[in-house]
């Protein structure tokens, strides 16, 4: 079991920044692959960007690639994403997610824990 609790969300103008951190509980964080997702209003929750266990390999959505930065601190319990060239279609609930499995995995079903979700509102 993991417990996930995000924090760093905000209101940014278009073209500003914002770094989200995910604190994990527990003690065995370093067993998990991480993984960000966002939903929007009235859309469904979209995959932004996933690490492994050992912080190699990150994965990101065609939309955020060269924006967004996930990276981790496995002695800290921590997942973070850069955001950065924010745009208004970033607008969304960000949510932190982690899974026990090694291998690449990008859908919302293939995670079986979830934070409460951060708020980001960029505004044009």
């Known amino acids: 079991q993991v417990q996930l609790v995000e924090s760093g969300g905000g209101l940014v103008q278009a073209g500003g920044s914002l770094r989200l951190s995910c604190v994990a509980s527990?003690?065995?964080?370093?067993?998990?692959?991480m993984g960000w997702f966002r939903q929007a209003p009235g859309k469904e929750r979209e995959f932004v960007a996933t690490i492994s266990q050992r912080g190699s390999m990150p994965y990101y959505a065609d939309s955020v690639k060269g924006r967004f930065t996930i990276s981790r601190d496995n002695a800290k319990n921590t997942v973070y994403l850069q955001m950065n060239s924010l745009k208004p279609e970033d607008t969304a609930v960000y949510y932190c997610?982690?899974?026990?499995?090694?291998?690449?995995?990008?859908?919302?079903?293939?995670?079986?824990?979830w934070g409460q979700g951060t708020q980001v509102t960029v505004s044009s």
């Open positions: 997610a982690a899974t026990l499995t090694f291998t690449l995995r990008v859908g919302v079903g293939e995670y079986g824990y």
């Open positions: 527990g003690r065995t964080f370093s067993s998990y692959r």
